[in-house]
């Protein structure tokens, strides 16, 4: 990277893909922008840029740097190991910590032993700007994602049906609103929404609210 691909993405702002960070003010907080982009699509994180695109450069790369593996490290379960960049920009020095999309979804965050079982069994995705906590729908559906994984093969019976009918004519369904249309279990319904997903014939969409699921194409 260079100063022109940071300008580059000061411009089109935070997103999907990219995060400003003024200094690390605790790993575990990066960790869980990490973690987000290594199970989302991968994504930027810049060091010594503010959140509103201001340059103000960090005061110890080497610090950055160490915080930053100890993020992936310590407080990421499978750890991720980013690619890290030191980029020069008029007299000032940015970092870059590159994480790809991971091969090993889901990546958890673990708190270090300081929190609660709860926060140690979070799974974080990218949603829009934001890193937010994934259902849990959609952490078996990182889990298909992983190569390892088990092929997937279903069975289209009366529930499938009445819910391939209803988005027929809405554009969308959520986990609750499925559970009201067949008269089933949660937990049922979501294996069903679950196992649609895996075989390509769903699609699940996350807002910072709930899932909803909507048909593939």
Known sequence: MNYKDVDSMIDQGEGSGTEFKRKISSPNKIARTMISFANSGGGIILFGVDDDGTIVGVESEKTEIELIRTAGKIYADPPIEPTIEIIPYRGKDIV???IEES?????YYKDGGNGTEQEGERVYIRVK?????ASKEMVHIL??????????????????RRLFDYLETNDRITLKSFVQLVNISERR?????????????????TDEHEDYYTMDG
Do not use: F
């Open 143 to 160: 889990n298909a994602q992983n190569p390892d994984a088990d092929p997937m093969t279903i069975a289209i019976g009366k529930h499938e």
């Open 103 to 107: 091969r090993e979804k889901p990546h």
């Open 96 to 98: 870059a910590a590159i």
């Open 129 to 133: 700007d934001r890193s937010v906590v």
């Open 189 to 205: 319904a979501s294996r069903i929404l679950v196992n649609l997903v895996r075989a390509g014939t769903l699609q699940i969409h």
